[in-house]
């Protein structure tokens, strides 16, 4: 199967400017993840989808970030405006649903963003 | 809360060597443990995947181990080649936290020629 597909790969930016990310799941999983992994540490959820619904955004800074999963595939995470302390790889996973506990995650292969 | 911690967190070792990971969690009540591996500047690749239920999984020259009860988990590799080097990253499933995964800080593991 097709893995999870993000873009862009990189993308440098000055403070306060907008960005955003584009991530496209595995077809047919229905939760879908945003995790952010700043440099040296493990990924820290921003947030979950399952279809076009938040499951969970309890970790997602919401004076700057935003989300959206239009149609339960897609989805697109936005920051406006960016902060030097943005700079960081931003993940997207996918797995089959959230009613299944044990299924395992798919990454892909992130967006590094450089704020400077 | 749930905190997932990784020892060592840096690993040299010569190219042949078996070598193990440790990753602790602070709470038992998981769904299942994944291991991943990352390499530079790249996303994340699933190793293996643990349920609670089981004890062990394997996968070529990796075996990973689950103790529940003792919140521990170890990824063994065997026979170590200069291509594993990584930082491989353990992560948990917990009935707290949803679908959530917890992940610990990663060991960056080096192998050499």
């Known amino acids: 199967e097709a893995g999870v597909a993000q873009s862009p790969r990189y993308k440098i930016i000055e403070k306060r400017q907008s960005v955003a990310f584009w991530c496209n799941p595995i077809?047919?999983?229905?939760?879908l993840y945003w995790y952010q992994q700043i440099l040296g540490q493990g990924p820290k959820l921003l947030i979950q989808f399952q279809n076009n619904g938040v499951v969970d955004d309890s970790q997602l800074p919401k004076d700057r970030f935003s989300a959206e999963r239009l149609k339960g595939v897609d989805s697109t995470l936005k920051i406006q405006p960016a902060k030097l302390e943005d700079s960081a790889v931003y993940l997207c996973?996918?797995?089959?649903?959230?009613?299944?506990?044990?299924?395992?995650?798919?990454f892909g292969s992130g967006t590094r963003l450089t704020v400077v | 809360k749930q905190e997932v911690t990784q020892i060592p967190a840096a690993l040299s070792v010569p190219e042949g060597e078996n070598l193990v990971l440790n990753c602790s969690f602070t709470d038992s009540a998981i769904y299942n443990l994944q291991w991943f591996r990352q390499d530079p500047g790249k996303g994340l690749t699933s190793l293996l995947l643990?349920?609670?239920?089981?004890r062990e999984q394997t996968s070529g020259r990796l075996n990973a181990s689950l103790d529940k009860s003792s919140g521990r988990s170890t990824l063994y590799i065997a026979a170590s080649q200069p291509g594993d080097s990584a930082t491989y990253l353990c992560?948990?499933?917990?009935?707290?936290?949803?679908?959530?995964?917890?992940f610990g800080e990663g060991t960056q593991l080096t192998v050499n020629p």
């Open positions: 643990i349920q609670s239920s089981q």
């Open positions: 996973a996918s797995s089959r649903r959230v009613g299944g506990p044990n299924y395992g995650y798919t």
């Open positions: 077809s047919g999983h229905a939760t």
């Open positions: 992560a948990v499933r917990d009935e707290t936290s949803g679908s959530r995964l917890t």
